[in-house]
């Protein structure tokens, strides 16, 4: 288990410039705990403020990843884990592409930007995204099986697909929001860490 | 008959009852247009299976409905010589998502694949037809569990009925009833179609015909054909289709008939259309008509035009636009000589479009540092992660030495708009500190080049259209478009 302050610096190292409010809702901590945590970092140097957003210092990020091995020492050595992190991994080629295939279209065999003119075409896309949905609910409970905050990564999931479904397209790929995929990337990111893994692309 | 409905051109169905698909049959029939012989299974059968099994006397029907297929077609279903072969298709009366998609090429087995074999004198065909029928089978009906096929294809045509009726109540058709306010009762009819065969003789073939030119909007017809070709194989890339002219000169009489019902279905749709047909031994056959994807300049371009034609009005002529593909059109641009005798100090896949100049950076800190400074900078990583966000906001364009089109990198750059252009390889890092500019079709240049910005009063057919909109009172081509922001 973290302690609050390593969980609120990890869940900042994932979340780049976040207020306490954005790094609570990744961490599952109370917004009071995360700004009392965060408010200590930049007292103490670990951490830097700038126009309401936190962000660690180069030293404190590398104290933090040094210390990984041992924060992640049991879901490294959990095969029930490693086992839903794999089939995560299974899963990803797939959402990069379904995301791919929402961002851009073919035309008349050239990829153009999807100008989102053909609700026929999108409606496919976020059927794919539900498909895959399913596919990956398994492998979220089985992290959180290992982990238990994990579990708000896929309560996120499920909100975006929610609202992408009820027709508001932004919560597919969207960048300034909890769209589905801002949420499945920090959950890689997330994973990555925990796995000590490096990022392909 | 209860269940089930012949499509015969005599009388235009009820839509509720057969669904926009077999609807849209019954129009082009009714307009003397050649379509493939069909029947439907409407939505009252759907309704009906809802309570918890098949309608009594649903199979019967089907069978009587194959009967006449048959008749229609001079082919039997099931055997040879001259197989029948079907396409099933699910279609409520309000387009849907999440419903069964389509299944084609039901009917083949391996006595059926011999027959075809023969007929065609292509084993190769017949091999592939029984294949691509096995593996849409698989993933759409068996939705990929390792379950075995239904014997006979009588059966796997029942199966592919209760399959489009079990659709009905997926996860997504449910939510998006329940999010549009659509009635769970209305239900899915299922169109079951003969396939016509463009692979028979010379004079048979297939192909795809826009009523205008997607590209650039121009009012003259587009097309590409196929002699002697299954419709797939145009789709598919593995083949060069020929221009129409080779259509015309191969079946003159079937060519004639296709621009004729260009024109009918253009006019009766006042959209572009996308046309997909096969010419079966000289006769034509459409398979299908909708309006057209077009690039955005021919978006705007057909919207002008058609409103001058008098198909639509100009409040229907601005609506059709979209704020992203004006987006699209004002891009900002290299000029046309910008780039003469310059050699790319990098080039890789190009992952989102746009032009933008800058300088270097390799750190998404520093990019956003100097970002927020006032400098125009161009991040260049490794490859991104969330980490990098930050800096991506902060970026003019974006490169990367790793990954490709569907990578971390590429997606978040479109969501953003900022050109993009990834797996250059690992020299790219060595531009740090340099001045580049970045051309997201997949080339970075040395220096800030020559740039254009269009802006809508200038463009000749934009300022048309936002005139339209201006007049209406509507301000939707004034406010900066902000692709990020609506769609992410």
């Excluded at chain 2, 239904?150 to 796997?156: A, K, N």
């Excluded at chain 2, 490169?399 to 750059?413: D, E, K, L, N, P």
Aim: aromatic share 6%; proline share 5%.
């Amino acid at each position: 288990m973290m302690d609050d302050r390593t969980l609120a610096f990890h869940g900042l190292a994932i979340k780049r410039h976040a207020d306490a409010a954005a790094v609570a809702a990744l961490t599952g901590q109370s917004i009071d705990t995360v700004t009392q945590e965060l408010a200590a970092a930049v007292a103490t140097g670990r951490a830097i403020e700038a126009r309401g957003g936190y962000t660690l210092t180069p030293l404190a990020r590398v104290a933090l990843q040094a210390n990984y091995a041992l924060h992640f020492a049991a879901p490294r050595a959990d095969d029930a884990f490693i086992q839903a992190y794999h089939g995560f991994e299974r899963i990803n080629p797939d959402l990069k592409q379904i995301i791919t295939d929402w961002q851009t279209m073919e035309v008349r065999g050239e990829r153009r930007t999807n100008d989102h003119s053909d609700a026929a075409y999108d409606d496919k896309v976020i059927d794919r995204l539900s498909t895959l949905h399913e596919r990956a609910e398994p492998v979220l409970t089985g992290l959180s099986r290992g982990i238990p905050r994990l579990k708000i990564y896929a309560d996120k999931l499920e909100a975006a697909l929610d609202k992408a479904e009820g027709g508001d397209p932004a919560w597919v790929s969207d960048i300034h929001r909890d769209s589905y995929h801002t949420v499945w990337f920090e959950l890689h990111e997330e994973l990555l860490r925990i796995m000590g893994r490096e990022r392909e692309e | 008959m209860r269940w089930t409905l012949r499509l015969d051109g005599a009388t235009l169905p009820d839509r509720a009852m057969v669904g926009g698909k077999a609807w849209s049959i019954a129009r082009m029939l009714s307009f003397g247009l050649p379509v493939p012989p069909a029947f439907v299974v409407t939505t009252e059968a759907c309704r009906a299976y809802q309570e918890g099994a098949m309608p009594p006397g649903l199979e019967a029907e089907i069978d009587a409905g194959l009967e006449w297929l048959e008749e229609e077609t001079r082919r039997t279903f099931g055997r040879g010589p001259s197989p029948l072969l079907l396409s099933v298709r699910s279609g409520a009366a309000i387009s849907m998502p999440g419903m069964m998609d389509t299944v084609l090429n039901l009917g083949v087995g391996d006595a059926v694949e011999a027959a075809l074999a023969a007929e065609t004198g292509l084993p190769e065909f017949a091999r592939d037809t029984h294949h691509r029928f096995l593996d849409l089978y698989r993933t759409i009906v068996l939705k990929g569990e390792d379950a075995p096929l239904p014997e006979s294809p009588r059966e796997q045509l029942i199966a592919a009925v209760r399959a489009v009726f079990d659709s009905w109540n997926s996860r997504r058709a449910r939510k998006y009833r329940q999010h549009n306010g659509i009635d769970d009762a209305i239900g899915t009819a299922v169109t079951i179609q003969a396939m016509v065969f463009g692979n028979l003789d010379d004079a048979s073939g297939t192909g795809v015909l826009f009523s205008r030119n997607p590209s650039t909007g121009e009012r003259v017809p587009f097309g590409e054909y196929l002699a002697r070709a299954q419709g797939e194989d145009v789709v598919s890339g593995k083949f060069t289709p020929q221009p129409l002219s080779a259509m015309q000169a191969q079946s003159p009489t079937a060519y004639e008939d296709l621009l004729r019902a260009s024109e009918k279905l253009e006019t009766e749709a006042r959209d572009i259309q996308d046309i997909e047909f096969t010419v079966q031994r000289g006769k034509l056959w459409l398979l299908q008509s909708r309006s057209a994807k077009r690039a955005p300049l021919a978006a705007v371009r057909v919207a002008i035009e058609m409103t001058d034609e008098g198909l639509i009005d100009q409040t229907e002529a601005v609506a059709r636009v979209t704020p992203e593909q004006i987006a699209e059109v004002l891009r900002p641009r290299l000029t046309a000589d910008a780039t003469d005798g310059l050699t790319p100090v990098a080039t890789g896949e190009g992952a989102c479009p746009g032009v933008a100049s800058g300088v270097v950076v390799a750190s998404s800190d520093e990019a956003e540092r100097r970002g927020e400074a006032g400098e125009d900078v161009i991040l260049v990583r490794q490859t991104t992660s969330p980490e990098d966000v930050h800096g991506m906001i902060a970026a003019r364009a974006i490169v990367t030495a790793q990954g490709g089109a569907t990578s971390h990198a590429a997606v978040v750059s479109r969501s953003l708009g900022r050109p993009c252009v990834v797996g250059c390889g690992d020299g790219v890092m060595a531009l740090a500190g340099t001045v580049v500019t970045v051309d997201g079709d997949g080339t970075v240049w040395p220096g800030a080049l020559a740039m254009e910005v269009p802006t809508i009063d200038d463009h000749p057919l934009l300022r048309r259209l936002a005139d339209w909109a201006r007049a209406a009172g509507d301000a939707r081509f004034d406010r900066q478009p902000a692709r990020q922001a609506a769609h992410g």
